[in-house]
């Protein structure tokens, strides 16, 4: 496969062709913060904390970089003054939802988000789908999904598969970088009631 | 609905799974809702998961999860209607109908939604019943247009 050379935050890095400008990074060692990113998963582009600054064209662009792929001689930024400030205002919008969330909390600190910037509306969901990916994507069970749309979109367990599949995997339960995913879950099971309850107790 | 009116519609595609919508649209449009017993068929049926139904069955404001009367009544709230008088004409259905947009009657005969322009503005206020555009609507014209639907 053809190799690309590309610069990130002024130092050369190698890369294969189809890599994405985040994964060359990380491969060099550079961090870039992500959210809804898994190795495991397809990219998905959901969070957009990953952003950096590309220059194309003479020109300097922002670029989400989970899912923008490798060029030949490109150059990358991945903090600037910019960056920074969107960084910081994607934090506090998805604060307003989950402000207790310790992913963000710790990068809240590096970026100086203020967590009360933006009135409470704790869904607890930042809607980064890892649950719902993973559950699709690596077990196959898809037990898991989005349901609505806009501000009213929130994950929803399918009881018939949840009370079959979930009990022994949960699997994704740590993936979730908010509470959302377990209450989700515990309530799906106390809502579900099986259609064929057990054998009738003996007396 | 009848599980062999789904699977005839889902044959109509060739349980084609990227005919997912074309197939809850149709089932939607002749049973004017989708229960769940039709989403478990349909993704059964086409081989895509049922949380990716309900996925879109959520999205689209066009299914309904919850049952539907046989008429659907729209009632255009959009700027033009609204400075035209469509609040008078709503109130009036309302009233006519015993239900709030938004609802179904009891008999299943009717349900009620208000929408933002239907893009015939010069008509306002204007009422559409199963797709029928009824312009310059006023509060005395509701109950002569509603008898004309059993
Ligand atoms: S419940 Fe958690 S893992 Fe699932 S989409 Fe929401 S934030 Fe992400
Ligand atoms: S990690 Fe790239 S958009 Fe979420
Ligand atoms: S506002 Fe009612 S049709 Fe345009």
Known sequence: ???????????????????????????????????????KLEPYGGCRICIVEVEVRGGTQIVVSCVYPVEQNLVVRT????????RKM????????????FALQDLAKEYGADKDRFEKEASFCIHCGLCVRYCAEVKKKNAVGFVDRGTRR????IPEI???ECWNCKECFPLCPTEALQAAFVLTKALYSPPHPGPEPRG | MENERIDQIIDKHQSEA?????????????????PKEALERVSEKLQVPLTRVQHIVTFYKAFSLVPKGRHEIHICVGTACHVRGATRVLDNVQDLLGIKSGETDL???????????????????????????????????????????E
């Open chain 1, 1 to 39: 496969m053809r190799e690309i050379l590309l610069q990130i935050d002024g130092k050369e890095v190698k890369a294969r062709e189809g890599m994405t400008v985040l994964e060359a990074a990380r491969s060099a060692g550079i961090s870039i913060p992500t959210l809804c990113h898994h190795e």
């Open chain 1, 79 to 86: 903090r600037s003054e910019k960056i920074d400030r969107i």
């Open chain 2, 107 to 149: 008999d299943l005969k009717f349900s009620l939604e208000t929408v933002n322009c239907v893009g015939c503005c010069a008509l306002g206020p204007v009422m559409d019943v199963d797709g029928k555009i009824y312009g310059n609507m006023a509060p005395s014209k509701t109950a002569d247009v509603i008898k004309n639907y």
């Open chain 1, 154 to 157: 929130e994950i929803s367990f």
């Open chain 2, 18 to 34: 990227s005919s997912l919508i074309q197939v809850l649209l149709e089932i939607q449009s002749e049973n004017h809702w989708l």
């Open chain 1, 90 to 101: 994607i934090l506090e919008l998805l604060l307003a939802h989950a402000p207790d969330a």
């Open chain 1, 162 to 164: 949840a009370s079959k």
